[in-house]
């Protein structure tokens, strides 16, 4: 499976946007990128995904560099309960499961 | 709610006994794995299912036995616990890569 990079942790001070990236340098032409995030003591909690296009829902937007070889996931105002572990994951079209990596601790301060 | 469920939320076992971990989901997916989280650790993947009667192994399965015998449901089997098995335990389902995967709440296990 493709490899995804992402800083070990981040800060973002409250109701301000957070950009989290994600680079991945091998990615093939089939991989989606997928965003989870998991809040402490809880399961991971689906974010947003994409192929080649940026994409928005309610959640956040994901961004795709137009070489697809990183990606950012944008939260446009941070909330503390945003506060979480993201983790940017390559997810073949002929993938059965997630790979997941160690993912970016994004703090949130009031 | 539509959803994966996880049951038990928390289990306690003694060295050597077996247990079932039940994961249901109400969704139709095909694909449903299970995957350990060790404490400040990410998730790894112990098997996993692309359809009722398919399973295959993934990172971590020593230990672990699974079946699919409906597509709702994706039982994972300790045979016989160790406290290596101590962690939280986490079930997953969606229709594809092409679709966001939806995770149970967990299972959190201790084995003494």
């Known amino acids: 499976d493709a490899k995804t990079t992402q800083p070990n942790s981040m800060e973002s001070n409250e109701e301000e946007p957070v950009h989290l990236p994600c680079n991945h340098s091998?990615?093939?032409?089939?991989?989606?990128i997928h965003w989870y995030r998991q809040l402490p003591s809880q399961g991971p909690e689906y974010v947003i995904h994409g192929l080649t296009s940026n994409v928005n829902n309610r959640m956040a937007s994901l961004a795709i560099a137009e070489d697809r070889k990183s990606s950012t996931l944008i939260l446009h105002r941070a909330t503390l309960r945003d506060a979480a572990v993201y983790y940017c994951?390559?997810?073949?079209?002929?993938?059965?499961?997630?790979?997941f990596g160690s993912g970016t601790q994004l703090t949130v301060l009031p | 709610n539509a959803g994966v469920t996880q049951t038990p939320k928390f289990q306690v076992l003694k060295t050597g006994q077996s247990m079932t971990l039940q994961c249901a989901q109400d969704m139709n997916h095909e694909y449903m794995s299970w995957y350990r989280q060790d404490p400040g650790m990410g998730l790894r993947l112990i098997h996993y299912?692309?359809?009722?009667?398919?399973?295959d192994q993934g990172e971590v399965p020593n230990g672990y036995n699974v079946s699919r015998s409906t597509t709702e449901d994706f039982p994972l089997r300790l045979l016989s616990a160790a406290p290596s098995q101590t962690s939280v335990y986490f079930c997953?389902?969606?229709?594809?890569?092409?679709?966001?995967?939806?995770f149970g709440s967990g299972t959190r296990l201790t084995v003494v």
């Open positions: 091998t990615i093939s032409g089939t991989d989606y």
């Open positions: 994951i390559l997810c073949s079209g002929s993938a059965r499961q997630l790979t």
């Open positions: 997953a389902s969606s229709y594809s890569a092409a679709y966001g995967y939806t």
């Open positions: 299912s692309v359809g009722a009667g398919i399973t």
